[in-house]
């Protein structure tokens, strides 16, 4: 099922004023801004979270969201998933195998009556840095198939050049070719919908390890995460990674790669994962 475009657009057009050399422009400018709709993600019909993100490709955002959050422990888990537009935002209705929904009550009845740490609303500081399996080891990736992933990431964001105003995360095979990419307003969103779009395609292990994964933001320790909870062996971003994400990344074994410039770029860790 699809989201209406007419009801939940992902752009909407407004007059503007610019600013050019110092001065203001006397004349209203058209302008294009991406929207930021409220999702909300229930399960087994009990609300979880409710995030601002882009309305679109939002049932690879439920898979992948379900992934890496741990919620459930590959795409089988999922029995089912729904879409309900409401006028002020989207209804993700998952419906998950009853034992990940027992594991769900489990872990928000632990939870209860908790003081939280204010991360995204998870209420204890090991839910935060969660257990995710090291990446198993895979031939190692060339350096120029990772710099031309991330230069054809920036032909490949549609909704970006439009409003200037959106992340992406895009899934690279080991020859360096674009296979998935997926836009949203926030960085996390886009990454969550690679990884539900990656799942949907049913990729072996091999493949995924020996691949990676390129975003348009930086790199804090939830982009590694996910990319572990992927499977994917590297992780290449066009900002800076955080302290704790090249940490996670050595104990992950996710080849860490930021600040990429056109042909340059620096590597923060496993380096083992990088040849030439």
């Excluded at 990729?203 to 390890?209: G, L, P």
Aim: proline letters at 5%; aromatic letters at 4%.
């Amino acid at each position: 099922m699809d989201i209406d475009p007419a009801t939940h657009p992902t752009w909407h057009s407004a007059q503007v004023l610019r600013v050019r050399e110092g001065r203001l422009m006397p004349a209203p400018q058209a302008d294009q801004l991406a929207e930021e709709t409220p999702i909300a993600l229930e399960f087994n019909g009990i609300s979880h979270a409710t995030m601002l993100a882009t309305p679109a490709d939002l049932e690879d955002f439920a898979l992948g969201f379900s992934l890496t959050e741990g919620i459930v422990a590959s795409a089988h888990d999922i029995r089912g998933i729904e879409l309900r537009e409401e006028c002020d935002g989207v209804v993700v209705e998952v419906e998950i195998s009853s034992a990940c929904a027992a594991r769900l009550k489990e872990r928000r009845r632990a939870m209860s009556g908790r003081t939280g740490c204010g991360l995204c609303g998870v209420e204890t500081l090991p839910e935060v840095v969660r257990d995710v399996a090291p990446v198993a080891g895979a031939p190692a990736l060339p350096l120029a198939t990772v710099l031309a992933a991330m230069q054809a990431l920036r032909e490949r964001q549609p909704l970006h050049a439009a409003t200037g105003a959106t992340h992406a995360a895009a899934w690279a095979d080991a020859d360096g070719q674009l296979r998935y990419v997926r836009e949203d307003v926030g960085r996390h969103n886009a990454l969550d919908k690679l990884v539900g779009a990656l799942a949907r395609a049913d990729i072996d292990a091999a493949q995924r390890a020996g691949s990676l994964i390129v975003v348009s933001s930086r790199a804090s320790f939830e982009m590694v995460q996910k990319t572990a909870a992927a499977g994917v062996g590297m992780l290449a971003a066009v900002s800076a990674p955080t302290a704790l994400a090249q940490r996670l990344s050595q104990r992950l074994g996710v080849g860490l790669m930021g600040f990429m410039r056109g042909n340059d770029a620096t590597l923060y860790a496993c380096p083992e994962r990088i040849s030439g």
